[in-house]
C-alpha cells in the first residue's frame, strides 16, 4: 500500500510539472503571436510613409557632378545613294573635297557626283569623372538633304566642347531605326532616318579636372526647389551626421559643409547621404497640354465647394435631295432635284448640376468630373472655369 501510495504520488506530481510546463509554452507562445501581430502593424504603418519617401541622390545633384556637351562636325559615306546633292557651292562637296586633300587625292569637282555622302553633326555628353581612353555614345544627325543615313559610316570626327578644345573623337557605324521606302507613285517612311547613334562610338582624348576631395563646401541643387523639401534635406542630413553641417540656402539649394570625420572622404560623404530618404513635397499644380488633351493634375490640388454644369448647343443640318420624276406617259413634267432638310438641335437638356463640395481629394475631384460624362476637352474649360471662379486652389498652368 505505501509503494502504490508513493507510486501515486509521484505521478501525481510530474502530472502537474508537465501542466506547467504546458501552460508555460501557452504563455511564452502568445507573447511571441503578439510579438509578430505588433510587427506587422508596425510595418503596415511604416510602408505608405517608405513607398513615399525618395532618395537623396534622386531628387538633387551635386554640384560640379555634371555632363559636359560636345559637338562635332563630319562626313558619313557608305551610303546608298540616298546621301546628300554634291551641287556647285555644297558644303558637303567642299567638306569631301578638303578631305580627301589632307588624305593625298586631289579629285575634280566635275567628278565629283556621288550620293553616297553626306554632311553630319555629332553630339555627345561626356559624363562626370570621364577618364582618358573611356568611350560614350554618340548622336548622328544629317545636315544636308540627305535621305536616309542608313547603312553609313561615320568618318574621324573631332568632338569639341564650349571652349573649343577636343575632348573626344568619334567613328563608327551608325545604327538608324528608321527606314524609307520609295517606288513611282508612292513611299514609306517610318521613323527618322535622318538621324541615328553610334554606341560607345567615340573616345575620351581630354579629360575635365575635377577634384571631389578639396571641396570644403559641396552644394546640393534640387531638380525641383521647394522650400518644404529643402528644409528637409537638411534636417535629414543633419540627423545622419549629427551636426549642423547642412543648411538650406534657397528653395534650390542645400549647401553642406564637409565635416572634420570626412576629411579628404568626401566621395564617401556623398554615397552615405545620397541613400537618405525624404518625403519630397510638391506644389498644388494643374497642367494642361491644350494641343494633346492631356491634362495631369497633383495630389495636392483642392477645390472649394462649387457647382458645375456642362451642356454643349449642337445644331445638325443633314441635306437629303429627293429626285421628282413625272408620271410615265405623262404629256409635261420633267425630272427635278426637290431639296429636303433636315434640323436636329441637342441643347443636352438632361444634364444636370453636379455640386463639388470643398476640400475634396484629387480622386473625389475626378470622380464629380466624370460624373458629368465630360471628355478631356470640355474638362480643360471646366478646369479653367472653376479656376477663374476661384474655387480651385491650384497653379494652372496651359502649355
Not at 24 to 52: F, Q, R, Y
Not at 180 to 207: L, M, N
Not at 282 to 294: F, M, N, T
Amino acid at each position: 500500500m505505501i509503494g502504490m501510495e508513493t507510486a501515486g504520488a509521484t505521478s501525481a506530481a510530474m502530472s502537474k510539472t508537465a501542466l506547467h510546463r504546458v501552460r508555460d509554452s501557452g504563455h511564452v507562445l502568445a507573447i511571441a503571436l503578439v510579438s509578430l501581430l505588433a510587427m506587422l502593424a508596425a510595418a503596415v504603418a511604416i510602408a505608405p510613409a517608405a513607398e513615399a519617401a525618395s532618395r537623396i541622390k534622386d531628387i538633387v545633384s551635386f554640384e560640379g557632378v555634371r555632363d559636359n556637351q560636345l559637338v562635332g562636325y563630319g562626313l558619313v559615306v557608305g551610303l546608298n545613294n540616298t546621301g546628300d546633292n554634291l551641287r556647285d557651292g555644297s558644303f558637303t562637296k567642299q567638306s569631301l573635297i578638303s578631305m580627301l586633300n589632307r588624305l593625298g587625292v586631289k579629285p575634280t569637282e566635275d567628278g565629283l557626283r556621288s550620293k553616297n555622302v553626306a554632311a553630319v553633326m555629332v553630339t555627345a555628353a561626356m559624363p562626370p569623372f570621364a577618364r582618358q581612353g573611356s568611350r560614350v555614345d554618340v548622336t548622328v544627325s544629317a545636315l544636308g538633304d540627305a535621305e536616309s543615313l542608313l547603312g553609313g559610316t561615320l568618318l574621324v570626327t573631332p568632338l569639341l566642347g564650349a571652349d573649343g578644345e577636343v575632348y573626344a573623337v568619334a567613328q563608327g557605324q551608325v545604327a538608324v531605326a528608321g527606314f524609307t521606302a520609295r517606288g513611282d507613285a508612292a513611299s514609306v517612311t517610318r521613323g527618322v532616318p535622318t538621324s541615328g547613334r553610334i554606341a560607345s562610338g567615340a573616345i575620351v582624348e581630354r579629360e575635365v579636372g575635377f577634384d571631389l576631395d578639396q571641396l570644403n563646401v559641396i552644394r546640393l541643387n534640387l531638380r525641383n526647389p521647394d522650400f518644404t523639401t529643402a528644409r528637409r534635406i537638411a534636417e535629414a542630413i543633419n540627423g545622419f551626421l549629427r551636426i549642423g553641417a547642412a543648411q538650406a540656402t534657397d528653395p534650390a539649394t542645400v549647401a553642406l559643409r564637409i565635416p572634420p570625420q570626412y576629411g579628404n572622404r568626401v566621395f564617401d560623404l556623398l554615397t552615405d547621404i545620397e541613400q537618405l530618404r525624404i518625403r519630397p513635397d510638391q506644389l498644388a499644380r494643374v497642367i494642361i497640354d491644350e494641343q494633346s488633351g492631356v491634362i495631369v493634375m497633383g495630389e495636392q490640388v483642392r477645390v472649394s465647394t462649387v457647382a458645375i454644369a456642362q451642356g454643349n448647343l449642337t445644331i445638325r443640318i443633314t441635306e437629303t435631295p429627293v429626285v421628282s420624276q413625272p408620271q410615265p406617259f405623262a404629256e409635261q413634267g420633267q425630272t427635278v432635284v426637290v431639296p429636303r432638310t433636315d434640323i436636329e438641335i441637342d441643347d443636352e437638356a438632361g444634364r444636370r448640376l453636379a455640386v463639388v463640395q470643398e476640400g475634396v481629394t484629387l480622386q473625389d475631384l475626378v470622380n464629380g468630373l466624370n460624373a458629368l460624362g465630360v471628355g478631356p476637352r470640355d474638362l480643360i474649360s471646366i478646369l479653367q472655369a472653376i479656376k477663374a471662379a476661384g474655387a480651385l486652389h491650384a497653379d494652372l498652368e496651359v502649355m
